[in-house]
């Protein structure tokens, strides 16, 4: 036979593809099964409202039946905002429509009345609280066997346990401030905002979160100018601009907390009885636009100086706009 002939015909006619699976990636897999598991195993039983899910997933239930009381202030429950029943209510309009169309493929009936309905997506949210721990604790501590211990605690907690398996914000909560942290440190800053969002927008205590973000990022912008002290010096609208940024965030932030802590049917104006948190607010977006227009009037007189050429700002100065931002 012709060279390569005999090769080619003892040659099996396809080859699989090589995979690489470690002992670290099979060890994850088998902790994520264990907490997909553990969440979702029964979880219709009980078939009723039980402990708080006597106000979330009601109130998810008007929000499913586009009924104006879930939106009213003195509505059935308005202690939260409302992210986590509307999760709860868009699982229920999926289970609805997947049981019209294969019911033996749904558990339970229907989806309003329906409990894995309403606790599905907080089920899934613990499983995904288990995903991201690994993968916080694995960029923090650089170790794979700190992440897998991580996740492996986290499936096995009791709170976290009991709380994915019942329809309220907790769980929700807990799985994007994790995600938002993730994000953070892998500096992934777009994804961080829009989970601090999320968790904010299913329970207050969301707002903690803000202090790790404050710290990691005083801590990177020292850790940048340091890196940058020899460079040249930074302008001084280089410091107002961001600096009157942060004052926005704040001020803000207090106008927020004073609005939201009003009654709207006796106060409803965003002037109207205005306490301590509000006029904080007030003088510090007062004093955030006064700073936000030197800075830019700064920008400009500098870029005309410079006829409209060469870079405006310098890398301390960057630094400092990119992390406010």
Known sequence: MPDGVEAKAQAAP??????????????????LIAAFLTRFVRLGTPGEFYFDETYFPRTAQEIYRNDPAAWQFYGHENTHPPLSKEFMAGAM?????????APPLVPGVGGLE????????????????????????RRLFDSEIA????????TCEG??????????????VLF??????YFLVTDRFLFSGVFFGAALACKYVASLTAVPIVLYLVWK??????????????QWFEIALPAGIALLYMGLAFVLVGFLGRTPDIKPGLFDGLGAADYAGWLLVSMAGGSIVAGVAGLVKQRMQAGGTGTLLTPQ???????VL
């Open 14 to 31: 396809f080859a699989l593809p090589q995979i690489n699976i470690s002992v670290y990636q099979l060890l994850l897999g088998g902790v």
């Open 93 to 101: 309009k999926i289970f609805k429509v997947a049981d019209d169309i």
């Open 114 to 137: 329906n409990p894995y309905a309403w606790r599905f997506f907080g089920a899934l949210a613990g499983v995904g609280s288990v995903l991201f721990i690994y993968l916080l604790a």
């Open 147 to 154: 992440g897998l211990a991580a996740a492996f605690i986290l």
């Open 159 to 172: 709170v976290v346990f009991a709380q994915s398996r019942i329809a309220t914000p907790d769980t929700f």
């Open 176 to 181: 994007f401030m994790l995600g938002c942290v």
């Open 221 to 234: 912008l020292i850790t940048r100018l340091r890196e940058q002290a020899r460079e040249e010096r930074m």
């Open 317 to 323: 100065g960057r630094t400092c706009l990119e992390i």
